[in-house]
């Protein structure tokens, strides 16, 4: 998989994102800082839905690096109980069926779904939902 | 500690004006002031001057007089200009000056603002990945919102309607034409739930305050507006701001609290206390937040605030009683001064068609901007 960042995801079959947590303090962000205060911390693929909006219009570029077709997508925030709240496209729902509070699953998409060879994001999608 | 006053305002309207550039449009603004207090630029000892994307503030002495005063830039994102404003107090407080300028101004492309990751210190890939952008914080952070508070959207809507139409009474504002409630809430969504209506642009303009001394403010004899706080501060933990690829789940507070309340406690007032005020709204559901940020409502107390009029120019607080944002657009290193120069209007009764009645004797404003910035002023005549 060709992915946007190197250090964000993990190098698994089913790969996770990769977080930070604060050696002292337990908190957990995303992504994983720069530095040694942050250790690098796998977060869970499951979560709840804590915000969204879609976003209607292409952003400018740069720094936007997709396609110039557009194409609105869903843009949230998912709640991984315990870590942290993530930022990331919402993924195989309709603009109308999403709601605060379901539950969703980490997975990836293309950022250009008609490369040949596509830069793979972060999503999330329902719960055993399929493209 | 000397007491600080304004002594003299101006503005150059805010919008699109082909041909100025935004320096152009600080000067104007400068003139204007100066010419309100009676003042020659000579006269001023120091300034501090905001702008995000317009040159440098401090070239504006090559137009005005190169006098060797002290000219200090100020870049705080949408903060900035109520960040010159409380360095310039600053300066007269601590008794090194008597009479000096906070000014701001900005001129910007059309379109979304175009902030880049690094300048936020984050990666590269945030910005690829399209989430670079201000639109989609301020929309996942009014969801989420009415989501726990029971806002609705038609609440939304009655914050744009009552901006346009507070604007067509302002002169200085770039939008002054009413837009009906059904036509904002039908028209084409930017960001859901925001309307186009719903949002401010980009924009263009300047503005100036002349701040002086308590010594010098009734040396010139113009009325006495005192700037009884000016405060700014940055993020808690646990705060949700633009530009943030993740959130804590424990919540917290926001800069706007932090520097609310520190502004209460220095102007020894509180919210009940404040006859008209201008809070950031960029967007409408910022307005609402705002109210509650800055204590003057209880969270979800906004639904009925808005259905009962009670923030409209004649109701119980006045709110954005220029149009706000929303009406006048955002030119960055401006934006937070056009609040408190409307604030100087109405509290000398110079509001025109949209003075607030009773002869308001407090005003409060509210600038919020990115990463997580804000700044207060409270005056009173």
Same mark, same amino acid.
């Given at each position: 998989?060709?992915?946007?960042?190197?250090?964000?995801?993990?190098?698994?079959?089913?790969?996770?994102?990769?977080?930070?947590?604060?050696?002292?303090?337990?908190?957990?962000?995303?992504?994983?800082?720069?530095?040694?205060?942050?250790?690098?911390?796998?977060?869970?693929?499951?979560?709840?839905?804590?915000?969204?909006?879609?976003?209607?219009?292409?952003?400018?570029?740069?720094?936007?690096?997709?396609?110039?077709?557009?194409?609105?997508?869903?843009?949230?925030?998912?709640?991984?109980?315990?870590?942290?709240?993530?930022?990331?496209?919402?993924?195989?729902?309709?603009?109308?069926?999403?709601?605060?509070?379901?539950?969703?699953?980490?997975?990836?998409?293309?950022?250009?779904?008609?490369?040949?060879?596509?830069?793979?994001?972060?999503?999330?999608?329902?719960?055993?939902?399929?493209? | 500690?000397?007491?600080?006053?304004?002594?003299?305002?101006?503005?150059?309207?805010?919008?699109?004006?082909?041909?100025?550039?935004?320096?152009?449009?600080?000067?104007?603004?400068?003139?204007? =002031?100066?010419?309100?207090?009676?003042?020659?630029?000579?006269?001023?000892?120091? =300034?501090?001057?905001?702008?995000?994307?317009?040159?440098?503030?401090?070239?504006?002495?090559?137009?005005?007089?190169?006098?060797?005063?002290?000219?200090?830039?100020?870049?705080?994102?949408?903060?900035?200009?109520?960040?010159?404003?409380?360095?310039?107090?600053?300066?007269?407080?601590?008794?090194?000056?008597?009479?000096?300028?906070?000014?701001?101004?900005?001129?910007?492309?059309?379109?979304?603002?175009?902030?880049?990751?690094?300048?936020?210190?984050?990666?590269?890939?945030?910005?690829?990945?399209?989430?670079?952008?201000?639109? +989609?914080?301020?929309?996942?952070?009014?969801?989420?919102?009415?989501?726990?508070?029971?806002?609705?959207?038609?609440?939304?809507?009655?914050?744009?309607?009552?901006?346009?139409?507070?604007?067509?009474?302002?002169?200085?504002?770039?939008?002054?034409?009413?837009?009906?409630?059904?036509?904002?809430?039908?028209?084409?969504?930017?960001?859901?739930?925001?309307?186009?209506?719903?949002?401010?642009?980009? =924009?263009?303009?300047?503005?100036?305050?002349?701040?002086?001394?308590?010594?010098?403010?009734?040396?010139?004899?113009?009325?006495?507006?005192?700037?009884?706080?000016?405060?700014?501060?940055?993020?808690?933990?646990?705060?949700?701001?633009?530009?943030?690829?993740?959130?804590?789940?424990?919540?917290?507070?926001?800069?706007?609290?932090?520097?609310?309340?520190?502004?209460?406690?220095?102007?020894?007032?509180?919210?009940?206390?404040?006859?008209?005020?201008?809070?950031?709204?960029?967007?409408?559901?910022?307005?609402?937040?705002?109210?509650?940020?800055?204590?003057?409502?209880?969270?979800?107390? +906004?639904?009925?605030?808005?259905?009962?009029?009670?923030?409209?120019?004649?109701?119980?607080?006045?709110?954005?009683?220029?149009?706000?944002?929303?009406?006048?657009?955002?030119?960055?290193?401006?934006?937070?001064?056009?609040?408190?120069?409307?604030?100087?209007?109405?509290?000398?009764?110079?509001?025109?068609?949209?003075?607030?009645?009773?002869?308001?004797?407090?005003?409060?404003?509210?600038?919020?901007?990115?990463?997580?910035?804000?700044?207060?002023?409270?005056?009173?005549?």
């Amino acid at each position: 998989m060709h992915v946007i960042a190197e250090g964000l995801f993990t190098d698994e079959a089913t790969p996770r994102l990769i977080g930070g947590r604060h050696r002292q303090s337990g908190r957990i962000v995303f992504p994983c800082p720069q530095g040694e205060e942050f250790e690098p911390w796998p977060l869970g693929r499951e979560g709840t839905l804590w915000s969204f909006t879609v976003q209607r219009y292409r952003p400018k570029s740069p720094p936007y690096a997709g396609p110039e077709a557009f194409r609105p997508w869903i843009v949230g925030y998912v709640e991984l109980p315990g870590e942290v709240i993530v930022e990331s496209r919402i993924v195989n729902i309709g603009f109308d069926e999403v709601r605060i509070g379901m539950d969703l699953e980490l997975t990836f998409v293309p950022l250009d779904p008609d490369a040949a060879e596509p830069v793979m994001i972060h999503a999330f999608q329902p719960k055993g939902a399929t493209a | 500690m000397s007491d600080v006053y304004i002594v003299g305002i101006g503005i150059h309207p805010f919008g699109r004006t082909d041909g100025l550039s935004g320096l152009d449009q600080g000067v104007y603004a400068v003139r204007q =002031a100066l010419s309100d207090a009676g003042l020659d630029w000579p006269q001023l000892q120091f =300034a501090y001057g905001g702008s995000d994307a317009a040159g440098n503030p401090d070239t504006m002495v090559e137009r005005l007089g190169l006098t060797g005063m002290q000219f200090i830039n100020v870049r705080n994102g949408c903060a900035a200009g109520g960040s010159a404003l409380f360095s310039a107090q600053m300066a007269i407080k601590s008794g090194e000056f008597d009479l000096g300028l906070a000014v701001g101004f900005d001129k910007h492309p059309r379109g979304a603002f175009n902030a880049m990751p690094a300048e936020y210190n984050l990666p590269d890939w945030y910005g690829e990945a399209g989430y670079m952008i201000t639109t +989609q914080f301020f929309a996942n952070k009014i969801t989420r919102y009415m989501h726990e508070h029971g806002i609705s959207a038609t609440s939304l809507g009655r914050v744009a309607e009552k901006a346009f139409r507070n604007a067509v009474h302002a002169p200085h504002a770039w939008r002054r034409a009413e837009v009906p409630l059904d036509e904002i809430m039908n028209a084409p969504l930017v960001s859901d739930p925001y309307t186009k209506y719903m949002f401010c642009s980009p =924009a263009e303009g300047g503005v100036a305050l002349i701040l002086a001394s308590e010594k010098k403010a009734r040396e010139l004899g113009r009325p006495l507006i005192k700037l009884k706080a000016a405060t700014m501060r940055t993020r808690p933990p646990g705060s949700f701001e633009v530009f943030a690829p993740c959130i804590d789940i424990e919540r917290g507070g926001s800069a706007t609290n932090l520097a609310s309340a520190a502004a209460f406690e220095a102007a020894g007032l509180g919210p009940k206390d404040i006859a008209v005020a201008q809070l950031q709204d960029t967007e409408a559901g910022a307005e609402i937040m705002h109210m509650a940020e800055n204590g003057f409502c209880a969270d979800g107390e +906004q639904e009925a605030w808005l259905a009962e009029g009670r923030t409209e120019i004649g109701g119980a607080l006045p709110v954005n009683t220029d149009g706000g944002c929303l009406a006048c657009g955002e030119p960055i290193g401006a934006s937070g001064l056009r609040q408190v120069y409307e604030n100087v209007v109405q509290l000398r009764g110079d509001g025109g068609g949209r003075q607030v009645p009773n002869d308001p004797k407090t005003a409060y404003s509210h600038v919020y901007g990115a990463p997580g910035v804000s700044a207060v002023t409270i005056l009173e005549r």
